[in-house]
């Protein structure tokens, strides 16, 4: 009897064993790895942590690079592209500075064949005058030409009838048609500059305002910047880029505006030039008719073109 409940006892000690072991065992497979007949320790939980974190990281970085890149190809960076992304104030100030621009050209233009017309009627006309004998044969030849140079032999043919019978003498005549003549000439010189003061301006002008938009739209960007709270470059970079864009149309205004300016400054002194020739060669034919008419011409004329005559003169003299 007491041999079989020892027995009884023994068995019942295996199998709670057995259930031991059972319950023990998953724990102990999570720990190990069977490749083979080889047994290697499994990798532990706070290893997988860290490289799931180390991918989370990367994978972060990498969404963050790919969105910057998006959002820095959405910009059009062409000039077009750049005025239609601007600010309204910068805006006004681009299309300020185009208009500007064209005007600039536009009165290159118009200057330049106004200036070539009246440069080659001049030539014409001092020419005509120097090779003139008289004021009456100039001036009836002469006035069936068109240019603005005539305006001075019609002022001299308006203050020959004017005075009429009343000359009594050659200077009060003289000084009366120097006078007039150089208003005359005066009126011309301010018609040809017409237009320069604009080119002056502009050429001036044209570069601060483009500074202008330019502060205006760095100003916007540091503002996006700090709603955006970001400092990377492919986000910034655009709205400088537009900003800049009112700078670089104000040199290309204001480049041209002063090179033009200088050039017409140039021409039109020369074109005064010829005006002051034109008035001196008036003023030589005037005087020649006014000492044809002297009661002793015929015999000073004939002193100053007979060598031995005038010899003989001097020699009394």
């Known amino acids: 009897m007491f041999i079989r409940t020892m027995l009884f006892l023994c068995l019942i000690g295996a199998g709670t064993s057995a259930v031991h072991a059972q319950q023990e065992a998953p724990s102990t497979a999570s720990k190990v790895e069977v490749t083979g007949n080889a047994v290697t320790p499994a990798v532990h939980t706070n290893e997988l942590s860290a490289k799931s974190l180390t991918v989370g990281a990367d994978l972060d970085t990498d969404t963050t690079v790919s969105v910057d890149e998006a959002a820095f190809a959405a910009h059009d960076l062409s000039p077009i592209g750049m005025y239609k992304a601007a600010d309204v104030v910068v805006k006004s100030v681009i299309i300020g500075l185009l208009l500007a621009s064209l005007v600039s050209w ?68 003289k000084e009366r048609l120097i006078a007039r003549l150089e208003r005359v000439q005066a009126a011309l010189s301010a018609n040809m500059n017409q237009g320069t003061g604009i080119l002056a301006t502009i050429g001036s002008v044209a570069p601060f305002v483009g500074l202008f938009g330019t502060v205006w739209g760095i100003m916007n960007s540091f503002i996006g910047i700090a709603k955006t709270q970001t400092t990377n470059l492919a986000v910034v970079a655009p709205g400088i880029a537009e900003a800049l864009l009112a700078t670089a149309l104000g040199l290309v205004a204001a480049i041209p505006a002063v090179i033009m300016y200088n050039h017409f400054s140039r021409v039109i002194g020369s074109y005064k030039a010829q005006l002051a020739d034109i008035l001196t060669a008036i003023m030589i034919l005037v005087s020649r008719d006014l000492d044809r008419k002297h009661p002793d011409a015929k015999h000073i004329a004939y002193l100053l073109n007979d060598k031995d005559a005038a010899d003989a003169v001097s020699k009394e003299l």
């Open 106 to 173: 536009a009165i290159c233009i118009f200057k330049s064949v106004q200036l070539n017309i009246a440069k080659r009627n001049a030539k014409k006309l001092l020419k005509h005058l120097i090779q003139s004998e008289s004021f009456a044969k100039a001036n009836h030849t002469l006035l069936l030409q068109q240019s603005e140079a005539l305006t001075l032999l019609k002022a001299t043919q308006h203050e020959l009838q004017l005075t009429g019978e009343g000359l009594t003498t050659d200077e009060g005549l």
